[in-house]
């Protein structure tokens, strides 16, 4: 473990706790899976896609996690109850960063296993990146419930 790799995983660790707590804020199974005009992906497809995206390119990739990613049906199925989907985020939130933190620093430096991005990049740039990719669809879908509920901003999780 580097320290890079701890704050990582703690960083981590706080925003999927902040997208179970927007997913639990949804208040029903049924507006999960709502949009608005302009808005292509629902909350519930955007979770999903997330935890997908989380297992595949951390945790089967860097954690050796077993893991078969459908990456269409991230975005096709609108049949996960709230309950569940916030279970098996709660999953990812419990592995996800012990991989992150297990990284040392030379892990950190090599060449992450594949190229996704049409360059190689190093594990630690690809963390980033993919940190990036978790808190675009985190404000997405805080916004879209905002929107939907009518409600306003929940109290998220902190440090």
Known sequence: MSVTSAEL???YFRDLSRLIQQIGAFPTDAMLWQT???VTNPAGNLALHLEGNLREFIGRRLGQVAY???RPLEFSNKEVPKQELI???EDLRAMLPSVIASLAEPALEAEYPETVLETPLSNLAFLIHLYGHLNWHLGQLDY???VLSGDGAIQLAGL
């Open 68 to 70: 078969s990613r459908n």
């Open 36 to 38: 608005v005009p302009g």
């Open 87 to 89: 279970a098996r985020l």
């Open 144 to 146: 879209l419930r905002r």
């Open 9 to 11: 995983a703690t960083l």
